[in-house]
C-alpha cells in the first residue's frame, strides 16, 4: 500500500459543530491505515515476509481500509456541506490536501523512481471531493446507484487506451501501472459517493455521542488531524524500519530462501561459494533500494522485477 490516509475537503456557509463518533472512526482507519504501512515497511527492509500483493487477506485488508477512509470522506463533505457551501473555505482545505498529494508524490519519485505514487489517496480525495459536490444535493438513491456503477466498471472494465500516463488516474487500464499506490478514480470514487449517500440518508450519523476515556479521545484527536497523520507518520515508520534494518539485520524464511537459490546458481556457473554469497547479498540489498524487493520475495516477477533482478545481478557481480 501502499498507503492510506485522509483530510476531506470540507466548506461551509456556517461552521459545523464537530462530531466526535466519526473523529474516532477517522482515528481508528488511521491505526489500520499505520499497521498496514509498517508491515509494508517491514517487508521492504527484509525484516518480515508478509505477501501484501498476492494473499487475499492482506487484499482485503487493503480494500477494507482505504474503502473506509473513502466512505468517511464522503460523509464528512455531507456533514460539512449542509449548511451551504463556504468557497472559501472548501477551496483552502482542498488546497491542503492537494499540497500533500504534491508532498507524497515528490517524495516518492525521490525514493522509488521506478514506481512513484502518481495518483494515490491524497490526489484521490483532492479529485473526489470537487466531484462529490455535484452529489451533495441529489437523492441519495441516484447518489448509491452512482457508487455501485462506479465499482462495477471501474473493476471489470479495462482499456489500452487509459495506459495513456495521461489517462491512468481514470482507472480502466488494461494493465495495473507500477506504483507503491495507486488509487484511480474508477472504482475507488465508488466509496466516496456511497458515503455521500449515506449522510444523506443518515444526517444524524454520528449526532450526540460522546467520547469518554483517554483512547478514545486520542483516536479522535488523531481524526481531527488526519492530513498531518497521513504526511507524519509513514516517514516515521519507514525511518525506525530502516534503523532497525541497519542495527539488527534480521533474515527471514524468504530472504533465507532466495540467498540459497541465488548461492546454488552462482555456485553451478563455477564461483567461489564467499563471492556469490556477497553477490547475492548485493542483489537483494540493490533489489529492495530500487522498491523490487516485495515482488520478488512474493514469486511476481513481471517484466519489471524480471528487468530489475538482471540489472542487480550484473551490478553486483564480481569476479
Known sequence: MSVI??????????RPSRRPAIDVARGLALVAMAAYHGSW????????????????????????????????????LVLATGGGVDAGRFLRRLGRVAAGAAAVSAASYALFPDSPIFFGVLHHITVASVIGLAFVRLPAVVTLAVAAAAVLVGTTQGFPLFDNPWLRWIGLTSVAPDSN???????????VLAGIGLGRLWPGLGEGIGVT??????????????????LLHQPLLFGIAWAAAQL?????PTMRGFQASCVASCERAGVAKATCTANCGCVQSE??????????????????EQRGLEAAVMACRKP
Open 213 to 230: 476515556g483517554r483512547a478514545a479521545r486520542l483516536l479522535a484527536f488523531g481524526g481531527r488531524h488526519s492530513l498531518a497523520v497521513y
Open 287 to 304: 533489489l529492495a533500494r530500487n522498491g523490487l524487493w516485495e515482488g520478488i520475495v512474493a514469486n511476481r516477477t513481471g517484466e519489471r
Open 181 to 191: 499506490d495507486f488509487v484511480p478514480l474508477l472504482p475507488w470514487i465508488g466509496g
Open 41 to 76: 515497511d517491514a517487508t521492504y527492509f527484509g525484516l518480515a515476509g508478509f505477501d501484501l500483493l498476492g494473499d487475499p487477506l492482506w487484499l482485503a485488508a487493503r480494500t477494507a481500509i482505504l474503502s473506509s477512509f473513502l466512505l468517511l470522506a464522503g460523509i464528512g
Open 5 to 14: 490516509g485522509i483530510m476531506p475537503a470540507q466548506g461551509l456557509a456556517r
Open 248 to 252: 539488527m539485520p534480521a533474515e527471514t
